[in-house]
């Protein structure tokens, strides 16, 4: 069986050079209370932009213009891009406003006259079966001038 036996390290337990535990109770740093509500005032008026503007240290100049380079190509060609969109559109807009609106009034009147045309036609053949000598009456005369008798 195994004993596990404490060993105490002397150099623990012996007092190591420095101040001693009572200094700290009569040195007494103005400036540091002072500088300490300074930090706090300061952290409060700092703004997030503050913040990050000082994170700029933390990657390498390289780092950052090649970082600035790659957004600055990306925000020009969404803007070119947007640009020539934008044109395209103009374009196309006016160009189916000056062809567009004319053919549309062009096919809407053609149609109107299909229509009268077509409703003279109807009237035409309407006008032809209420006169007399109408083709209903030829085929009756055809047929032997029987007249229609009652069912009962």
Do not use: C, H
Not at 21 to 45: A, C, K, R, W
Not at 50 to 64: G, N, Q, V, W, Y
Not at 137 to 147: A, D, F, P, R, Y
């Amino acid at each position: 069986m195994v004993e596990l036996v404490e060993v105490e390290d002397e150099s623990l337990e012996s007092k190591q050079p420095g101040p001693s535990d009572n200094e700290d109770d009569y040195y007494t740093d103005t400036e540091s209370e002072i500088s300490s509500d300074d930090e706090d005032s300061d952290s409060d008026e700092e703004t997030f932009a503050d913040r990050l503007f000082a994170l700029r240290d933390i990657i390498p100049p390289t780092s950052r213009s090649y970082i600035s380079n790659k957004i600055e190509s990306t925000s020009n060609w969404i803007k070119s891009s947007l640009v020539f969109s934008g044109k395209t559109i103009w374009v196309v807009s006016t160009s189916v406003l000056l062809v567009g609106v004319p053919w549309a009034l062009a096919f809407a009147e053609e149609q109107q006259v299909m229509e009268m045309e077509k409703e003279m036609r109807m009237r035409e053949m309407g006008g032809e079966l209420l006169s007399p000598g109408s083709t209903a009456e030829s085929v009756s005369q055809k047929l032997g001038e029987q007249k229609g008798k009652p069912a009962l």
